[in-house]
């Protein structure tokens, strides 16, 4: 499509996270239709969050720039580094080869998501020994080689990233006869898996082995907070969890639409990954569901309320007020690790 329409040499930038050596791909099919025209590929991963991309775009820890090791290549990083050097400090525009930069921002993702289920595996542990995954986590991340970011223990990342990249990377590594390496990075999805799945087997245990019948609130339905993507959001698999078990739910969050909620909890794994026309047509609404716009609403005549999403608004809720509206015994599980109600 470019090549169609592009009438003088052009420097085409890859902002999405792919596969390294997809710039070699892009390249190919540019020149093969160039007519005459010269084209630079560069890979310029995005590290933004959802929920602070304003703020990660005007102050990032780095910008990421690879191109070819050619001085047409070095002329067209110059050229868009000069374009992020308008608000970004120099000294955080980080020039690489292609190939390191393709694979930086898998490897980026990678180690995040590990970090992620490395204080979920321990959260296992913790619970099993009397140790407080939250003070563990605290006095791990003071060493300043490790630093306290991202080890937050929870019910399991989600997102449409972490699987997806790792799953990339795993890939990658199978493909360049790397099974050992590949089966490293698989742990990381294995154990987010195991994590949620844990979750659900601890509610249905804390409730006296069964939740058939009973009514348990879901307090956050959104991947993470401050925004309302359920892309690979814990709270499907948990959700669906309970279903398995007959439980009836009735879900809250400050973001995430009912009719979102239905279309994920009656979809397969990988429908929404679709297109949306392949997407299917209208999914039936699971009846043992329901959505409200309140949390009080949704936490009233429960016998269980999990919280699976670290909402800043859930920390404001009158907590007495929801055990005493409560069936009891009531139980409250708490799937974020940010604070404990
Ligand atoms: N969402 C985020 O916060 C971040 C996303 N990224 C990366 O940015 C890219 C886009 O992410 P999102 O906007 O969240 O995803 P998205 O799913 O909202 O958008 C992806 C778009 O690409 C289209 N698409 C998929 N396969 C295609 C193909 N083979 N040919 C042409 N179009 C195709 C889809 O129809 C969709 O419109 C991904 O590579 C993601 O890893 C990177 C950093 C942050
Ligand atoms: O490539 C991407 O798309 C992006 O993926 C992540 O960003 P995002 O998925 O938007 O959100 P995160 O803040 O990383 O959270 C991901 C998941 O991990 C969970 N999480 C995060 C931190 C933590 O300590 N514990 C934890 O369970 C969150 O609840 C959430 O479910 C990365 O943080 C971004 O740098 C990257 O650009």
């Not at 630093?147 to 991202?150: A, Y």
């Not at 991947?223 to 925004?227: G, I, N």
């Not at 979809?267 to 679709?274: C, G, I, Y």
């Given at each position: 499509m470019i090549a169609d329409v592009a009438k003088s040499d052009k420097i085409v930038v890859e902002k999405s996270t792919v596969p390294v050596k997809t710039a070699e791909a892009i390249e190919k099919i540019l020149t093969h239709n160039s007519k005459g025209i010269n084209f630079q590929i560069l890979s310029n991963p995005e590290f933004l969050a959802e929920g602070t991309a304003i703020k990660d775009l005007f102050n990032p820890d780095r910008v990421l720039i690879g191109g070819r090791e050619t001085p047409e290549g070095q002329r067209a990083v110059q050229a868009l580094k000069a374009v992020y050097a308008q608000w970004v400090p120099e000294d955080r525009i980080i020039t690489t080869n292609l190939w390191s930069a393709e694979l930086s921002k898998l490897a980026a993702n990678a180690f995040l998501a590990q970090r992620i289920s490395s204080m979920n595996a321990m959260s296992a542990l913790c619970e099993a020994t009397g140790a407080n995954v939250s003070e563990v986590a605290y006095a791990v991340g003071k060493d300043t080689r490790i630093?306290?970011?991202?080890l937050n223990a929870s019910v399991g990342f989600g997102g449409s990233c972490f699987q997806k990249d790792i799953l990339n990377l795993v890939y990658i590594c199978e493909c360049n006869g790397l099974p050992e390496v590949a089966h490293y990075w698989k742990q990381v999805i294995k154990i987010n898996d195991y994590q949620k799945s844990r979750f659900v087997n601890r509610v249905v245990s804390s409730m006296f082995n069964t939740v058939a019948g009973k009514k348990i609130a879901i307090l956050g339905f959104a991947?993470?907070?401050?925004?309302g993507d359920t892309r690979e959001t814990a709270a499907i698999d948990v959700c669906k969890g309970l279903l398995g078990d007959k439980a009836k739910i009735s879900i809250y969050d400050p973001q995430v639409t009912e009719d979102q909620i239905q279309r994920d909890l009656s979809?397969?794994?990988?429908?929404?990954?679709?297109p949306i026309h392949l997407q299917p047509m209208s999914p039936s609404a699971v009846k043992q569901v329901s959505v409200t716009w309140d949390a009080y609403e949704a936490t009233k005549g429960a016998h269980g309320v999990c919280i699976l999403t670290e909402w800043d608004e859930f920390r404001q809720l009158d907590y007495k007020k929801i055990y005493d509206n409560m069936q009891k015994p009531a139980f409250i599980l708490t799937g974020v690790m940010w604070w404990i109600p």
């Open positions: 630093g306290p970011k991202f991947f993470k907070k401050d925004t979809m397969n794994k990988f429908d929404w990954d679709h």
